[in-house]
DNA sequence: TTGTATGCGTTATCAC
DNA sequence: GTGATAACGCATACAA
């Protein structure tokens, strides 16, 4: 017991019988278990993080902001990657929860439309934010943009800047919040200003480059009306999908088909043409989750919370600029 | 203890018996607490994984390799990001070992030269594996690609493809295995084609754009004796901040200056002039380096070597091809 | 100021 | 086939 107070620094130790387990400790090569700390605090330190995709790089800078966040509060990170796997999502965060993480972040993966798993665990009392994927009125709080909003304003930038009118969606899938919001932003757009809505030219993609590109494909290979005169795509790595079927298809950028992303990948600055995006936030809302979660953790009387952070539009040359 | 047997499908328990438990325990929302199994077991089936730099993109990618070694093994990954600071990935190491993690993948930051921590740790019974930035004769495995082979190889296309004789150098920092490796490469190359050395032309940058912008100015500045025909960068993003002092300086790639870099960045192959690179299978390093600490961690006599992932020239436009 | 007993949740070991 | 006991490493509560 005397060993544990001098190691924690506690006051009512003889100074010198702190220093000569100290010293003793140093000489040992001790290090303190955290295993059987957390045993008797019922407390980890830990945060669990559950991304879909590791590699589609707003993810690794929303990590970055949990990381950095989580440092100064003296959290560590278990991260995991869901691959977009609802199943392998599912099994990470049984996991997580048996290592006992104080919290866990979420972004969810898009094979599933069932919430209950979800509602059992946070009513089973597991402190929960999700951050970009969202699923609402379930008793977790949530960081992200507003997809709608935001899918709405660059789809307006494509009408009233450009004057566009035959305007195609490559969507996400819609069992996910932001690919429903998004499709959503868009159809608010084209209704504001009372352009019809061609069901035909709403080509669902998921959310990487491939899909992009086969959706796209799909959307050239309509014909019969001609092709869009600009397209919306769900987010970048979509968009950079589609342009390479458009180059494929001998239509040039933005002359033929003008296209805009959302997301603002790092490579989107870097293309011959460079992308027309919505700049998503990723390393604030990476902070903004784990702020959030550490305060439901350690706040009783945290409230639930929808967090938006705010994104902007970054106009480059793919939408006609 | 029966509980536990029936948890666990033991077969010495009675199959009504087992049922009973597994009932009750579902109904309570019962889960294993692998906190408390870890301390009498000593194994926590997790890794620590201590990165320098999260953003780099080739970091998520080595991280994506690791997940998914250690997700088929069935061991969760502590994540760590040491933003370069060597203070910052000792303080994380220490931590990991206070979490009983069973084993460490480090990738070494660049503000030290010193390692003697990692031999007391190592001595201590850690288990380790360094990945991309080794150290080496510390009694830990390692897992890179060849850096001083292939930047030869990669300064030996500048000169015998295209009979550049001015090469000069961007080099990393000298206390990290990549940085001396790389340069020495660089000066094996020239050596073998009877080039002389021109130390002015070696300049120290680290790992980021910004360095590799700075680098690059303060070569251009040199002025006197004209600039260099070419220049072999550290890594991609060295040679992009490269790029962007190149351009400032009214000069065009590569027809007055050509540039090759080490990575094989996502954006390199996007730039208005594709760089020419050395590949490095991120991925594959990673799963390379979970599995054999997996391996460490899992057999005794596993032995100590220096793993190789083979590296291939990626020929763009930037060196003047 | 120091020390003893106890318990966190799990399993190995040894009864019954 | 089942159960009692002890131990993993630490810290709280309560003596001495």
Same mark, same amino acid.
């Given at each position: 017991?005397?060993?544990?107070?001098?190691?924690?620094?506690?006051?009512? #130790?003889?100074?010198?019988?702190? %220093?000569?387990?100290?010293?003793?400790?140093? /000489?040992?090569?001790?290090?303190?278990?955290?295993?059987?700390?957390?045993?008797? /605090?019922?407390?980890?330190?830990?945060?669990?993080?559950?991304?879909?995709?590791?590699?589609?790089?707003?993810?690794?800078? !929303?990590?970055?902001?949990?990381?950095?966040?989580?440092?100064?509060?003296?959290?560590?990170?278990?991260?995991?990657?869901?691959?977009?796997?609802?199943?392998?999502?599912?099994?990470?965060?049984?996991?997580?929860?048996?290592?006992?993480?104080?919290?866990?972040?979420?972004?969810?993966?898009?094979? =599933? $439309?069932?919430?209950?798993?979800?509602?059992? @665990?946070?009513?089973?009392?597991?402190?929960?934010?999700?951050?970009?994927? +969202?699923?609402?009125?379930?008793?977790?709080? +949530?960081?992200?943009?507003? *997809?709608?909003? /935001?899918? %709405?304003?660059?789809?307006?930038?494509? @009408?009233?800047?450009?004057?566009?009118?035959?305007? &195609? =969606?490559? /969507?996400?899938?819609?069992?996910?919040?932001?690919?429903?919001?998004?499709?959503?932003?868009?159809?608010?757009?084209?209704?504001?200003?009372?352009?019809?809505?061609?069901? $035909?030219? !709403?080509? %669902?993609?998921?959310?990487? $480059?491939?899909?992009?590109?086969?959706?796209?494909?799909?959307?050239?290979?309509?014909?019969?009306?001609?092709?869009?005169?600009?397209? #919306?795509? !769900?987010?970048?790595?979509?968009?950079?999908?589609?342009?390479? &079927?458009?180059?494929?298809?001998?239509?040039?950028?933005?002359?033929? @088909?003008?296209?805009?992303?959302?997301? *603002?990948?790092?490579?989107?600055?870097?293309?011959?043409?460079?992308?027309?995006?919505?700049?998503?936030?990723?390393?604030?809302?990476?902070? %903004?989750?784990?702020?959030?979660?550490?305060?439901?953790?350690?706040?009783?009387?945290?409230?639930?919370?929808? @967090?938006?952070?705010?994104?902007?539009?970054?106009?480059?040359?793919? +939408?006609? +600029?």
């Amino acid at each position: 017991m005397t060993v544990s107070r001098a190691l924690n620094d506690r006051d009512n #130790v003889d100074e010198k019988t702190k %220093q000569r387990v100290r010293n003793k400790a140093e /000489s040992m090569g001790y290090t303190p278990n955290r295993v059987a700390k957390s045993l008797v /605090s019922r407390k980890t330190h830990t945060l669990g993080v559950v991304i879909p995709e590791i590699t589609h790089a707003f993810f690794p800078e !929303v990590v970055r902001g949990i990381e950095e966040v989580a440092y100064k509060s003296d959290y560590q990170l278990f991260l995991t990657n869901a691959n977009e796997l609802f199943s392998r999502e599912k099994e990470a965060i049984e996991t997580l929860r048996s290592q006992r993480v104080d919290g866990l972040l979420i972004s969810s993966s898009l094979t =599933h $439309e069932d919430y209950s798993f979800y509602e059992s @665990i946070i009513e089973g009392g597991a402190k929960v934010v999700f951050f970009d994927r +969202c699923i609402e009125d379930i008793g977790a709080s +949530c960081v992200s943009v507003n *997809d709608r909003e /935001s899918s %709405q304003k660059i789809t307006e930038h494509l @009408i009233t800047e450009h004057g566009y009118t035959q305007i &195609a =969606h490559l /969507s996400g899938p819609q069992k996910v919040s932001i690919g429903k919001e998004r499709l959503q932003g868009y159809k608010d757009a084209l209704e504001a200003h009372n352009l019809e809505l061609n069901e $035909e030219w !709403v080509i %669902q993609a998921e959310f990487k $480059e491939d899909t992009g590109y086969d959706a796209m494909i799909k959307l050239l290979e309509k014909g019969r009306e001609g092709h869009p005169d600009a397209v #919306v795509a !769900v987010n970048d790595p979509v968009a950079i999908g589609a342009i390479e &079927a458009i180059k494929e298809h001998g239509l040039t950028i933005p002359d033929d @088909i003008a296209i805009v992303g959302f997301t *603002d990948d790092i490579r989107s600055s870097l293309l011959d043409v460079p992308l027309t995006t919505v700049r998503q936030p990723a390393y604030e809302m990476g902070e %903004q989750a784990a702020e959030k979660l550490i305060n439901v953790i350690e706040d009783e009387d945290a409230t639930v919370e929808k @967090i938006e952070v705010p994104t902007t539009l970054k106009i480059r040359s793919s +939408c006609g +600029c």
